[in-house]
């Protein structure tokens, strides 16, 4: 029997409560932590996304154990450091987070990996990773074929393209023998995600560090430990900011669960509302947001791209013309996302 459900959908201004979900950028960068690490880890809260599920399973497909409690996820470690002669595969689903974040982790544990995944994915820039590891990755009909093994050096990225380039290269280099560094040019965009995975190192015990402005310093030979065993999962900016528009809309809106003093990138937010005559607020750990009479501004989104949807939903609120500048690179996200929101 086929079962049918309406809705009827009334314009209103949205009050009320509601607590923002678990960062996906952290739970990707924790899990990962836990997988290489020495000991149990317990990460939570973590929404299993289809993100998240890709990075989870290309993590056990390379070795490592892991328990579902609820929202919690165990991780018990020591389970990628063997060697497999057999091709691994890692499904990565349209998740770019793990296949740049995991590709050169592949490389540091001498693993022969197949990563696939649908067929949007691999349209996504991977040329910085090519020009880093020369020989050693392959492109097959679904995917990219990696075989190698990682070497100490000096790594010099673009800056215009992802920062999760970066990142994966700081999850990598601190496993081998030797000091490494990553150079980016001035100006990189997205830094406050590179900052946010030295922030999920250094829980697991491993340092690096910008050397300069333009340099960061990875010392090798380091170890994953998973001491502090409880590793939790701040709330989503990116989420969240979807709610704290709707306040600025004309609402009023409480958003629990965020952290006044977390480096995601997308607290940029609170700025961003306040500029355009938004009132927001701290009252105890909960976000407010509420507004009425709305202003354009010009954002730059070089440093913040996935906060450009929710500046374009405000910004058809406010008398006169926003504009969103730095937005190139969200030409090429799992979508045209340019388009999309035109």
């Known amino acids: 029997m086929e079962l049918t459900a309406s809705f009827i959908i009334e314009p209103g201004r949205l009050r009320g409560t509601l607590r923002a979900q678990p960062s996906k950028s952290m739970s990707h960068r924790l899990l990962i932590g836990a997988a290489l690490a020495d000991g149990v880890s317990r990460v939570s809260p973590v929404v299993r996304s289809d993100d998240i599920l890709a990075t989870l399973g290309c993590l056990e497909a390379m070795g490592a154990r892991m328990r579902f409690d609820g929202d919690k996820i165990c991780v018990y470690g020591g389970g990628m450091t063997g060697r497999a002669d057999a091709i691994i595969e890692c499904y990565c689903g349209l998740s770019a987070s793990t296949l740049r974040f995991l590709l050169p982790v592949a490389l540091a544990l001498k693993k022969r990996v197949r990563f696939t995944g649908g067929a949007k994915l691999f349209t996504r820039p991977m040329e910085p990773y090519f020009d880093a590891f020369p020989g050693m990755l392959a492109r097959t009909p679904n995917g990219i074929e990696v075989s190698g093994a990682l070497e100490r050096g000096v790594y010099t990225l673009p800056g215009d393209v992802s920062s999760q380039f970066s990142s ?53 030979g380091q170890r994953y430990l998973a001491k502090a065993g409880e590793f939790p999962v701040p709330g989503d900016w990116s989420h969240a900011s979807c709610f704290l528009v709707a306040g600025a809309l004309g609402g009023s809106v409480r958003v629990e669960g965020l ?67 730095g937005a190139e690179r969200l030409r090429y996200k799992e979508s045209n996302r340019l388009d999309g929101l035109a």
């Open 168 to 220: 994966g290269l700081l999850f990598a280099l601190p496993l081998i023998a030797g000091d490494s560094r990553i150079s980016l040019p001035p100006n990189a965009e997205s830094r406050a995600y590179i900052d946010m995975t030295l922030a999920a190192l250094s829980q697991f015990g491993i340092g690096a560090f910008w050397e300069d402005n333009i340099t960061l310093f990875v010392p090798g």
């Open 259 to 325: 952290s006044a003093d977390d480096a995601h990138p997308d607290r940029a937010i609170i700025d961003i509302l306040r500029s355009m005559g938004a009132n927001i607020y701290w009252d105890g750990e909960a976000l407010v947001s509420s507004g009425e009479k709305l202003r354009p501004i010009t954002a730059d989104v070089s440093q913040c791209p996935d906060l450009a949807p929710a500046i374009a939903a405000v910004a058809c609120g406010a008398t006169g013309t926003t504009r969103i500048t």
